[in-house]
């Protein structure tokens, strides 16, 4: 238990004393209460000092850990596959869909349908194709196809042919 001075005397006494043994002073009721709210806050503090850390060293990674090898094997895999340049959630490339909307009638109508991309070639690129639909000059929705080159290194897109004629 922490130990709190006499308000009378100054001398350090044990927080839930009733009488100092120093100089005779008498804690009221609400003088002894005060002092054990003291106490619990001291505890509460303490123990929260002693916990931050310890929950800092569990919640934050470690940054000097070694990465795990199947984690490292899998990303070299999806970057050689190209998967690091396509939306986890519809699978589509951004920069090829926002390139095939330019060139729409009805960008507004565009729907993303699929996505393939080929394993990285010589130059650092993977080629692409991409299924959508969107509304022809008559209303109608048509499934159409974007072939396009994707850079590996910033899975920017270069829009090659985009079927835009039914």
Known sequence: MWDLPCPECRKVIA?????????????????????????NTKTGIMVALILLPLAYCTL????????????????AEDRRLGQHCLNDWNGGNRSLIEQVKAVLRDPDSFEHAATRIGPLDGNGSHAIAMQYRARNGFGGMNVQQAIGMINSSDCSATLISADISR
């Open 15 to 39: 927080a839930e004393a009733a009488i100092c043994p120093h100089c005779q002073y008498a804690f009221s009721d609400a003088e002894i209460e005060i002092r054990k709210r003291r106490v």
């Open 60 to 75: 934050v990674p470690d940054s000097k850990k070694e990465p795990d090898p199947a984690q490292v094997v899998r990303q």
